[in-house]
């Protein structure tokens, strides 16, 4: 097993603009949970956080999958206090004979997360680790993660951060 992964996924904010949530709600269904769209609906232009929010759940599964198998609608972005994104997963597929595997794999890794978007696109990277790597990394993310949003900012100038 890995002690690390990155994923990473970059989209336009036009797709979710020409998909709006109230002509297409069942597509906004499969994809985005009730905190997902009242977080992204809680702004007054939602799209960009929609975008930044399934960036989020690309990076994570493309990162998630070095370690476990699992599907992107397994994955929930929801936030702290301080709007930071955090990835949670849930996986209670009870079809799944490896249900109970699949939930002790989850509990010896974690997960990373930060979107940014400018006027047309969002970006979101993911980073997981193993509970030793994480350990490690812990203690110094706070001074990562600013320098990981300061190149995105220096590269994609934008209004918002999250």
Same mark, same amino acid.
């Given at each position: 097993m890995a002690n690390w992964s990155i994923g990473i996924d970059i989209i336009e904010i036009e797709k979710f603009q020409r998909y709006n949530i109230e002509e297409h709600r069942s597509f906004y269904n499969k994809i985005f949970n009730d905190y997902e769209? !009242? @977080?992204c %609906? &809680? @702004? /007054? $232009?939602?799209?960009p956080h929609f975008a930044g929010i399934f960036a989020a759940k690309e990076a994570v599964? /493309? #990162?998630i999958n070095e370690f476990v198998k699992i599907e992107l @609608?397994? *994955?929930? *972005? &929801?936030? $702290?206090?301080?709007? !930071?994104? =955090? #990835?949670? *997963? $849930?996986?209670? +597929?009870?079809n799944n004979k490896k249900l109970e595997e699949i939930n002790q794999q989850l509990k010896k890794i974690? =997960?990373?997360v930060s979107i940014a978007h400018t006027e047309k696109t #969002?970006? #979101?990277w993911a980073l997981v680790l193993s509970q030793d790597q994480a350990e490690k990394l812990d203690?110094?993310?706070d001074d990562? $993660? /600013?320098? =990981? %949003? +300061?190149?995105? %900012?220096?590269?994609f100038p934008s209004k918002n951060t999250t």
């Amino acid at each position: 097993m890995a002690n690390w992964s990155i994923g990473i996924d970059i989209i336009e904010i036009e797709k979710f603009q020409r998909y709006n949530i109230e002509e297409h709600r069942s597509f906004y269904n499969k994809i985005f949970n009730d905190y997902e769209t !009242k @977080y992204c %609906q &809680s @702004y /007054k $232009d939602p799209h960009p956080h929609f975008a930044g929010i399934f960036a989020a759940k690309e990076a994570v599964y /493309k #990162a998630i999958n070095e370690f476990v198998k699992i599907e992107l @609608y397994h *994955i929930f *972005i &929801s936030h $702290d206090k301080t709007k !930071k994104p =955090i #990835a949670k *997963i $849930d996986y209670k +597929d009870k079809n799944n004979k490896k249900l109970e595997e699949i939930n002790q794999q989850l509990k010896k890794i974690t =997960i990373k997360v930060s979107i940014a978007h400018t006027e047309k696109t #969002a970006v #979101a990277w993911a980073l997981v680790l193993s509970q030793d790597q994480a350990e490690k990394l812990d203690e110094n993310w706070d001074d990562i $993660d /600013k320098t =990981i %949003q +300061d190149v995105i %900012q220096n590269e994609f100038p934008s209004k918002n951060t999250t």
